[in-house]
């Protein structure tokens, strides 16, 4: 029974691999065998390509391919498509990108899962890049402040048919007010309180943001270029367990 909490907690973890090439990935691979989901991000996809999937599911491990998709609407559903077959776990897709775009994302996916016979993906909706502030919202003609313009999408993509949305700790609360538990949270922006807080803004820590109802925590260069890696995985597990248990 223990083994099987901590497994399902280590699920909760997803490991950024915010590398370069394939042999950088291989080492972060390697290095944490406790983890089980694994993010393929722009970079490292545009790099290497789909070998990438085969790469991380060869050590056993899920992938979440976070390539935040945004295009006309049968672009985007050719690309979920593609995703479908390649059998990823997760996969993102920008909600600003309308209404017509993520339903028709949503629709290419059940099709292809069935006719292909593959694991149907958790589509995932951006909202707002944990990058950006109030201020550079503005600047690109938002008129909603970070909070309400993760609100306003978050309920347009969960409209749109999709059942997760990927937004900064800082908007946990209010989500999980407006949508309920039903949808999935997943929540970039985590930093251990031992970690530096780098290129992201509106950061939290992993047992703030499990409480505040995240279901998916993205951790990346704190895990990933710690001194040994296993050792700092271990210890955000040992900190999500007890957030966990005091919830």
């Excluded at 776990?89 to 993520?102: A, D, K, P, Q, V």
């Excluded at 609360?173 to 803004?201: F, M, S, Y």
């Excluded at 704190?222 to 040994?228: F, N």
Aim: hydrophobic residues 45%; glycine residues 6%; charged residues 30%.
């Amino acid at each position: 029974m223990m083994a099987e909490i901590k497994t399902e907690i280590a699920r909760k973890i997803i490991i950024a691999l915010d590398v370069k090439s394939r042999e950088e990935a291989r080492r972060v691979l390697e290095s944490l065998p406790g983890a089980r989901i694994f993010k393929v991000g722009l970079e490292l996809y545009t790099a290497e390509g789909p070998a990438m999937i085969d790469l991380v599911k060869s050590f056993g491990k899920e992938v979440f391919l976070d390539l935040k998709l945004h295009d006309i609407p049968n672009t985007v559903a050719g690309a979920v498509k593609s995703a479908v077959r390649h059998s990823v776990s997760m996969l993102t897709l920008h909600t600003s990108g309308g209404r017509e775009m993520m339903k028709k994302a949503v629709e290419a996916a059940r099709e292809t899962a069935e006719k292909e016979k593959r694991p149907l993906p958790l589509l995932l909706g951006v909202t707002v890049l944990t990058s950006l502030k109030d201020s550079d919202l503005e600047e690109i003609g938002f008129n909603h402040d970070s909070k309400n313009q993760v609100l306003r999408l978050a309920k347009l993509a969960v409209d749109s048919g999709l059942q997760a949305i990927v937004c900064s700790p800082q908007e946990l609360e209010p989500l999980r007010a407006e949508l309920g538990r039903e949808v999935k949270i997943i929540t970039p922006g985590i930093r251990p309180a031992w970690a530096e807080a780098q290129d992201q803004k509106r950061i939290m820590t992993p047992g703030e943001a499990i409480k505040k109802g995240a279901d998916f925590l993205v951790i990346g260069r704190p895990i990933t270029q710690a001194p040994v890696p296993g050792e700092a995985f271990s210890r955000v597990l040992e900190e999500l367990q007890t957030a966990v248990e005091s919830a």
